[in-house]
């Protein structure tokens, strides 16, 4: 499974190298766990790079690299007490698609796979990322997502806010 991701990512990067404009953005976000993750872990800090051809007027698609943290929790045991639940770091590599459908609005999305990179060696898995963005300037915006890696069995999961800037 993982070898299939890898490959559609190295043709999804292939499609787009005969495009002549592309640009750089980068971006940071705070995320919410939900779902599985919420059980074990606070809350998520992530950075992203992008490079993004321009395939149309309203249309860039390209490559993306970005570093999620999980931070975990404490876990209240039956019977009393408390364990410290350990953080969890992903470093996903992806596609990325943005569609402009008005001058302020953006909807994309990141498709690839996730890297599990803790030190306790979590599992990696299919990396996907729905998002909408507004603009609040010619290289900002602001923009809402979902985030998750899907490993066989469970999900880490969150709702992100974040900004990004264009270079």
Request: hydrophobic fraction near 45%.
């Given at each position: 499974?993982?070898?299939?991701f890898?490959?559609?990512?190295?043709v999804?990067?292939?499609?787009?190298?005969?495009?002549?404009?592309?640009?750089?953005n980068?971006?940071?976000n705070?995320?919410?766990p939900?779902?599985?993750?919420?059980?074990?872990?606070?809350?998520?800090?992530?950075?992203?790079v992008?490079?993004?051809?321009?395939?149309?007027?309203?249309?860039q698609l390209?490559?993306?690299?970005?570093?999620?943290?999980?931070?975990?929790?404490?876990?209240d045991?039956?019977?009393?007490?408390?364990?410290?639940?350990?953080?969890a770091?992903?470093?996903?590599?992806?596609?990325?698609?943005r569609?402009s459908?008005?001058?302020?609005f953006?909807?994309?999305?990141n498709?690839?796979?996730?890297?599990?990179?803790?030190?306790?060696a979590?599992?990696?898995?299919?990396?996907?990322?729905?998002?909408?963005g507004?603009?609040?300037?010619?290289?900002?915006?602001?923009?809402?997502?979902f985030?998750g890696?899907?490993?066989?069995?469970?999900?880490?999961?969150?709702?992100?806010?974040?900004v990004?800037f264009?270079?």
């Amino acid at each position: 499974m993982k070898k299939i991701f890898l490959v559609l990512v190295v043709v999804a990067f292939g499609f787009v190298a005969n495009a002549q404009d592309g640009q750089f953005n980068t971006g940071v976000n705070l995320g919410l766990p939900v779902g599985d993750a919420s059980d074990f872990t606070s809350f998520s800090v992530g950075v992203e790079v992008n490079y993004l051809f321009e395939l149309s007027e309203d249309f860039q698609l390209g490559p993306s690299l970005e570093y999620f943290h999980y931070f975990g929790s404490e876990l209240d045991l039956i019977g009393g007490g408390t364990r410290d639940i350990d953080d969890a770091s992903f470093l996903p590599i992806s596609a990325a698609a943005r569609y402009s459908v008005s001058d302020k609005f953006v909807l994309g999305a990141n498709l690839g796979y996730g890297i599990g990179i803790s030190p306790d060696a979590n599992d990696g898995g299919f990396y996907y990322r729905p998002l909408v963005g507004y603009k609040v300037g010619e290289n900002t915006m602001i923009q809402a997502a979902f985030s998750g890696v899907s490993t066989e069995g469970s999900a880490t999961s969150s709702i992100t806010l974040g900004v990004v800037f264009g270079l």
